[in-house]
């Protein structure tokens, strides 16, 4: 039973999961820095974002790397080399050796000078048109286009 004169409980947090060594920035930097575009992907001009799971012993080595969902193209290799040459802080919990499962996901985007420009193609011929019967001066001769839009 809860006093009013009791102290409010904290919850305590007795396992400590590993992090990346500077933070969640550094490990973004780290994946750019070292992220290795597929020419295959490059090729068929594939974007989008490989999902992994992998686990964190306490001495900070990757290990059990999985692809939960993938792009191919040779993405989801890269993501699995990127996962590999991670190292995190070795944790400290109290003599309990354990595993911390991550997960994370790397986004493949195309470098600019390879992505393709978004527009319309037009292409259109002018085909000269016969005089309609009905037409108020079949004296002046008439034309008409034709726009495809591909």
């Known amino acids: 039973m809860k006093r009013s004169n009791d102290k409010p ?4 947090k007795f396992l ?6 500077g933070g969640k920035q550094a490990f973004l930097n780290f994946i750019t820095e070292n992220l290795r575009y597929p020419k295959e992907a490059l090729r068929n001009n ?14 900070g080595t990757v290990a059990d790397e999985t692809i939960i969902h993938g792009l191919g193209y040779g993405c989801d290799e890269e993501a699995l080399r990127l996962v590999r040459l991670l190292n995190y802080d070795p944790v400290r919990n109290r003599g309990v050796k354990m595993k911390a499962k991550m997960k994370t996901r790397i986004r493949f985007e195309l470098p600019e000078s390879v992505r393709p420009q978004p527009g319309i193609n037009l292409n259109y011929m002018s085909v000269p048109s016969t005089p309609k019967e009905n037409a108020e001066d079949p004296s002046q001769p008439g034309y008409s286009y034709t726009i495809t839009l591909d």
Do not use: A
């Not at 409980?9 to 305590?12: L, N, R, T």
């Open 16 to 21: 400590i999961l590993p992090t990346y060594p």
């Open 46 to 59: 594939i974007e989008g974002t490989v999902y992994l799971e992998y686990s964190v012993d306490n001495i």
């Open 9 to 12: 409980h904290k919850d305590k």
